[in-house]
């Protein structure tokens, strides 16, 4: 049999997307509810549990024809109770029968309506820039230097001494300007986090072949964790990871996790020079991705 061309292929998934959202999902769900007597979202919480279980009403609701069901996906986490109310309303759910309902969507639009609002804190504390004038901003970058060099007294604020720690200049606010303060607030939280583990990973870092620029390499796991969140890869993980609502803590924890697998991952790989860092650091990235596409993934930092 003849295979479609790749044109022909992307028309009949097209295709196969428009008829089921508009006509096959509609049937299939008033023939599942006459033979079940629930409805899809009952039927979800019935069947799956943990990041699929989310993910699963996550998507019942964005596809959902009905008004309120999708609206119930952009819910601030304080109007989470009347949304649940207003659901079972809106479905005929009755929770002397269905006593579990109300605490498993309540849950799932926590995490739901939690992970928008994390990408937002994230999302503002990126665009803060570092700045030399403020003194929070200069207290922190004195504690990291102090976190990772705690026999070595920084001579000067503007030092080469700077580059013993991975930065590239005399002056570290200047690495820090595409991730703003939050390149090195998960550079500070690590290392004051994972004092030992951060020693040893700078230690390797100065490796006289696999050495890189330990600072800098934090400050790119760092846009790497953004773009996850962002392009919401993080979901299934943070799904399972946070049963409640997640917060820049468990964000901070995966960019800790990020850090220390990458060590890993570097001098497992042995790279011929750091002018390959692009190339291998795209290779972590997509191995990453991979793992997150599991609906059971939980990246956590194991020591």
Known sequence: MRELPLQGKKMFIALWEFFYGHFFRFWMKWLL???TGKCELQRIFDTYVGAQRTHRIENSLTYSKNK???????VVQSEVDRCVEDIMKEKNINPEKDASFKICMKACLLQISGYKQLYLDVESVRKKPYDSDNLQHEKLLIKLWNLLMPTKKLKARISKQWADIGFQGDDPKTDFRGMGILGLINLVYFSE?????????LSR???PK???SYAIVGINLTEMAYSLLKSEALKFHLYNF????????????????????FDKFWFEEKPESIMYFNVYREKFHEKIKGLLLDCNVSLTLKI
Do not use: D, W
Request: aromatic share 16%; net charge negative; with cysteine.
């Open 242 to 261: 946070v049963p409640g609502i997640p917060t820049m803590e468990h964000f901070h924890q995966f960019y800790c996790y990020l850090v220390y697998e």
């Open 193 to 201: 986090n994972y004092t030992s583990e951060a020693h040893q990973i």
């Open 68 to 74: 309120v069901l999708q609206k119930a996906t952009l």
């Open 33 to 35: 509810r006459q033979m």
């Open 205 to 207: 870092s100065n490796h």
């Open 210 to 212: 696999l050495g890189y």
